[in-house]
């Protein structure tokens, strides 16, 4: 009935009444109390337990040292689900419900935890408070980057980027300072991003999704004609984004200068 | 909440769960209906594209979870539809992972509250994504193809909705009548007998739909697509009316859909 | 209790309690003698013909003479035993070998028609998280000590499935269809990839005659965004939609073309200079601005 996963434990308790499987574990824990010590476990159930149980459980698997992650599923032997019949609420009781609610989130958010590891998890049975928004790592003056940034990539500095290769759509730029790409800018860049209204967008070829310079932004516009090397920065009332032929690229402001 | 809230999945990739999403809010909408779309597909995020507003994109699903902007900051309006269409897009440089069920279900209620219908663009296969998909939803719509791999993936899906009580029903696509009258293709109600499911649409395969795709004009935008009639027909017959289906040339299920009609 | 055998259980974080279990995930810890190759076959976007492209591939390279094993990674969504014809005589799949229930020779299930061809199916009704990575790394780390070709056919999407099926892998197969959300897709995919492995690309459903209408990206459109080595561009037969349906790969078909194609992609794996109708991929401004800049990943 235990079963050990990447993540940890599985304590299997469906199949049959949770009476019996509760106390075939705690005979178990019983015979070898530090077997278990200090893993983390989940515990598959069958039966819906009642808050009684689901209290003994607990109880029984600190006591051996057992790190209770969550609880989920509802075995189908047990409360069997005829094919094509949706189940009924009424089935569950209130603490039941509760767990059956967000076990599927709650263990693949405390497994993604582990994975990024945090040790410690929360109780699993509440909803799981947004994480806050990673900072921009403070970096070197110029980030340098050799070669194609990738859909999905996205790199953040507090100074310049400095990109050779091309920046494709769904890839993401976010700088503090300029952003200069030798190749092709068809993703999202965001220059002067902590409100520098100075700042530069230069490409080889711009063709951007999106850019956005301090807090205007600007859709990508379609292009036609050979491309050119080109510079974007917030026009003279500073509600726009121009665009200009740029021969070349921008003398990057040194960061002492900008702040 | 006042708004119908329907997840749109198929277990399969690549059978058209997006272009029916984005197609179907789209005539929706162009019917006087207020839809907002959300794209479930986390770091493969292409609803916003089908719809042709991947250029106004400013925050998304994940920074609306994160709590970094609000819900309405999030939602880009499809101007082509008045005020009647709008997309909460999904984060591209993110992982399904970055949202909870709960949370999901949660950004789906509070879009509920602003809107008639909210359409969920559900991810393909049975992972995260599409668990976070169904969290939200009260009905579904289940898209298949005529081909063995996609029927036998829906039939998973359908098990998995019937599971949560999920009401669905089935969207038939890329349909081939001519290759149905030669028996190389399976008929459509083939696959309404394998699925056991209610079915709500049939769309004709139409290669020149890509092409839409790629430029971001929804169908019911384009007279000179033929297609557009056909997802307003299911539009209609989820707001309840009985429309029959056009007989695709493949002769008996026109009959047999008609008699299941008339038994409501 | 009895007492048990204990195997180190892999894993990222918290100490783990170390429990048994029967063969193949105790040899994963070795290090393996590296024979054959591990290519996965991959896409993002569904529906582009990763599963057709695994089968096909397989079969052409078995019938080169090779010793192929096709691996179905996408667990509790498998196709890959009903593209080849196989579902009736799977008995046993992954998990089941991972799991110590029955051997890896139990498990695959060796094609009638091509007789160095072998399939290990996926399970139908598990889900993909069931299987931990260094589990998979381990099977297939011993399957490249049997066979000249382990192809993977990896899920849709990039989650969990995902991962898995490239943990193990040295090449991968990029399937792309020729349309802006594949590409997209495609290009998130080969940005998760990695520099660990090399990467090619296959178009999959091309229409020459939409394309030269200008209602259809070309080869030449799709690769000016992934700038990846071209293996071959496929088109859009509706002979594959009912070879699929029958479990019959189009690489057995000596008439089709799609087929020949297919044959074609197998020979250029092994190593063949075979020409192809669009081999050159386009120079992207990396390469314009010439070697210095170094290479395109």
Excluded at chain 3, 252 to 280: F, K, M, N
């Amino acid at each position: 009935m235990i079963r050990a996963k990447a993540g940890g434990l599985e304590i299997i308790f469906s199949g049959r009444p949770f009476t019996d499987a509760y106390l075939e574990l705690r005979e178990r824990l019983e015979g070898a109390p530090d077997f278990y010590r200090g893993s983390n476990a989940t515990v598959v159930l069958g039966e819906a337990p009642s808050a009684d149980e689901l209290h003994r459980l607990a109880s029984t698997l600190s006591g051996a040292g057992i790190e209770w992650d969550g609880a989920y599923g509802l075995d189908s032997t047990v409360a069997p689900l005829p094919k094509r019949t949706p189940r009924t609420e009424a089935e569950l009781s209130d603490s039941a419900r509760s767990l059956v609610a967000d076990f599927e989130g709650a263990r693949k958010d405390l497994a993604g935890r582990r994975q990024r590891g945090e040790r410690r998890s929360p109780p699993p049975l509440i909803a799981v408070a947004p994480r806050p928004a990673p900072p921009v790592e403070p970096a070197s003056a110029v980030l340098y980057h050799r070669g194609t940034l990738r859909g999905g990539q996205s790199l953040a500095n507090v100074g310049h980027i400095v990109i050779v290769g091309d920046v494709n759509p769904g890839a993401e730029l976010v700088a503090g300072g300029d952003i200069v790409v030798f190749g092709a800018l068809r993703g999202v860049a965001h220059a002067g991003a902590q409100g520098d209204r100075s700042a530069r967008v230069y490409a080889l070829v711009l063709e951007p999704t999106q850019l956005r310079i301090a807090t205007t932004i600007a859709a990508g516009a379609e292009r036609t004609g050979a491309p050119v090397p080109e510079e974007a920065f917030l026009a003279e009332a500073g509600d726009r984004i121009a665009i200009a032929p740029a021969g070349h690229p921008p003398h990057l402001k040194s960061t002492a200068e900008q702040l | 909440m006042t708004a119908r809230r329907i997840v749109v999945t198929s277990g399969k990739g690549g059978v058209g769960k997006t272009t029916t999403t984005a197609n179907l809010g789209a005539a929706l909408a162009q019917r006087g209906k207020r839809v907002i779309l959300v794209d479930a597909d986390i770091g493969l995020r292409n609803l916003d594209l089908v719809l042709g507003v991947e250029k106004r994109i400013v925050f998304d699903l994940v920074e609306v979870v994160e709590g970094r902007c609000q819900l309405r900051q999030a939602l880009v309006r499809d101007k082509r539809f008045g005020e009647n269409l709008a997309i909460l897009p999904a984060a591209q440089t993110r992982e399904k992972t970055a949202v909870t069920e709960l949370q999901f279900a949660e950004v789906v209620t509070g879009l509920g509250d602003m809107c008639d219908y909210v359409l969920i663009d559900s991810p393909a296969g049975i992972e995260h994504g599409f668990r976070n998909a169904i969290a939200g939803a009260a009905e579904a719509l289940v898209v298949t193809t005529p081909e063995v791999s996609a029927i036998r993936d829906a039939d998973r899906v359908i098990g998995k909705l019937q599971e949560r009580g999920l009401p669905m029903r089935l969207i038939v696509n890329r349909v081939r009548p001519e290759m149905v009258r030669t028996g190389e293709m399976m008929s459509v109600d083939d696959v309404c007998d394998i699925l056991s499911a209610e079915l709500v649409g049939i769309v004709p395969d139409d290669p020149e739909v890509i092409d839409t795709t790629n430029r971001g004009v929804p169908l019911v935008l384009d007279p000179a697509q033929r297609l557009g009639a056909i997802y307003i027909k299911i539009a209609r017959r989820l707001e309840g009316e009985m429309i029959p289906f056009t007989q695709l040339g493949a002769g008996g299920f026109f009959g047999r859909i008609f008699e299941a009609l008339r038994a409501g | 209790m009895e007492t048990q055998r204990v195997v180190s259980v892999p894993s990222e974080a918290a100490p783990q309690l170390e429990i048994h279990a029967p063969s193949a995930p105790v040899e994963s810890q070795k290090k393996p003698k590296a024979r054959g190759r591990t290519i996965v076959v991959t896409s993002g976007k569904g529906g582009v013909g990763k599963t057709t492209t695994t089968a096909n591939l397989g079969i052409a390279l078995a019938s080169r003479g090779a010793k192929v094993v096709l691996v179905d990674a996408d667990v509790g969504l498998r196709n890959l035993d009903l593209v080849l014809g196989l579902e009736s005589r799977v008995r046993y799949h992954v998990l089941d070998v991972l799991e110590g229930k029955v051997s890896l020779a139990d498990a695959l299930v060796r094609d009638k028609r091509v007789q160095t061809l072998y399939l290990l199916a996926a399970a139908q009704d598990r889900e993909k998280d069931d299987i931990a990575t260094d589990a998979m790394i381990g099977l297939i780390e011993q399957l490249r000590g049997e066979f000249d070709y382990v192809l993977i056919d990896s899920p849709a999407g990039i989650e969990m499935g995902f991962k898995n099926a490239i943990a193990a892998a040295d090449e991968a197969i990029v399937v792309c269809t020729p349309e802006v959300a594949a590409v997209r897709d495609v290009d998130r995919v080969v940005g998760l990839l990695g520099n660990r492995i090399t990467v090619q690309l296959v178009v999959n459903r091309i229409r020459p005659a939409l394309v030269r209408k200008g209602k259809m990206l070309s080869v030449d459109d799709v690769n000016a965004i992934l700038r990846l080595p071209l293996l071959g561009v496929l088109g859009d037969a509706p002979d594959v939609i009912i070879a699929t349906n029958r479990g019959e790969p189009v690489a057995l078909d000596d008439a089709s073309e799609t087929g020949a194609a297919y044959r074609a992609i197998a020979a250029r794996i092994a190593g063949e200079d075979v020409a192809a109708p669009q081999a050159a991929e386009p120079e992207g401004l990396l390469d314009k601005l010439g070697s210095f800049f170094g290479g395109r990943r």
